[in-house]
Every structure is written in structure tokens, then in C-alpha cells.
């Protein structure tokens, strides 16, 4: 081998490592903006989305920028009363399930009831055995908690928690959420201990 080819390999070999150490920049510098780059990712899909919208009004108004403020606000508008038509009333069914979750258990566990009897027809009434259940739940119970929580928190800043953006409280109303809490709060610290011990 010449010295040429020596110099030809070293280059080579160096333009390899430099490709591969400048990708792993470059994927660690997405990896850390990602929170930035999915929201400019959204912000471009509504952009896009709303662009007819915005030059149809803009003929009419003679001002883009009023014809934007006018799409994006009924845009908002449009996702508020989305979310307060299904995500509203989910959380509510959601917090009543977990309320009646304790009721519903002991039935299956007994054969009782819709699920009981479901549990009995299939023969997986021995799943549904005290143990078993405890076991299952603390497989589940942490990251299922986790996401839970998430999606809550999400939803409760997109939209606003039940009077909080202007949607009005039921019956009940946060007579209903404080008793909602403080049997949630009992549950888990027996929960807890139960789980400690």
C-alpha cells in the first residue's frame, strides 16, 4: 500500500466518525427540543389548516390580520365547546366509575351483577379473587396513575375543570367535586398502608 491510500482510508475513516458524531448531535439537540419542535409542528398544521378560512374572510374584512384574529378565535371557540360537550362530561362519568369501583368489585367478586354475571358465564370468577385483584393493581396501579394523571392535568389546562372556562357546574356542583376528593384521598391512603403493610 502507498502512502496515498494511507491518506485516502485516514480521510475516509474521519469523514465516517465526523458523520456519525455530527448525527448524534443532531438527534440529541431534537431529542431536547422536542416539546418546542411538536408544538411549532401543530402550530404549522393549524396554520395550514385555517389558511382558506383566513383568505376567504380576509376579501371581506381588507385586513389579514383581523381576518386571523377573527378564524383563530372562532377555532377556539370550536375546540372549547368540543371539549366541554365530550371531555366535561367524561371526567365526571370517570370520577363517578371510580366512586362506584369498590360497589362494583365486590359484586363481580361475588357473581353479582352485570360484570359478576359476566365473569361467571366465561368462568374468570377466579380472577376476580381478592388477591388476585390487589396483585393485578399494583402491576397497574403506578404508570397507569401516571398517565392518568397526565391526560387529566392536559385536558384541565385545554379546556378548564367544570366552571373554571365558563362552562357551569351540575348538580351538585363543587359540594359534589369536594366529596369526590376527599373519598378519593381515603381510598388511596388506605390504599397505601394496605399496600405498605
Known sequence: MSAADDRSIARR???????????????????????????????????VALK??????????????????????????????????IVVPLVDEVGRFADRAPDIVREAQAGQGPLGRLLDRFHL??????????????????????????????????????GGAGVPDGPGGAEDRGRHAAAHRRRRGGAAAAHRA
Do not use: C, K, M, N
Open 52 to 85: 382558506p378560512l383566513v383568505d376567504r374572510l380576509e376579501r371581506r374584512v381588507r385586513r389579514r390580520a383581523l381576518a386571523t384574529l377573527l378564524v383563530f378565535l372562532a377555532a377556539f371557540a370550536l375546540f372549547a365547546a368540543v371539549g366541554a360537550l
Open 13 to 47: 475513516t474521519l469523514i465516517v466518525i465526523g458523520l456519525v458524531l455530527a448525527t448524534g448531535v443532531g438527534l440529541a439537540l431534537v431529542w431536547a427540543t422536542r416539546r418546542v419542535l411538536v408544538w411549532g409542528l401543530v402550530a404549522v398544521f393549524f396554520a
Open 125 to 162: 370468577l377466579r380472577y376476580a379473587e381478592p388477591g388476585q385483584l390487589r396483585r393485578y393493581g399494583a402491576r397497574l396501579g403506578d404508570p397507569t396513575v401516571g398517565v392518568v394523571r397526565s391526560v387529566a392535568q392536559a385536558v384541565a389546562a385545554l379546556v378548564g375543570h367544570r
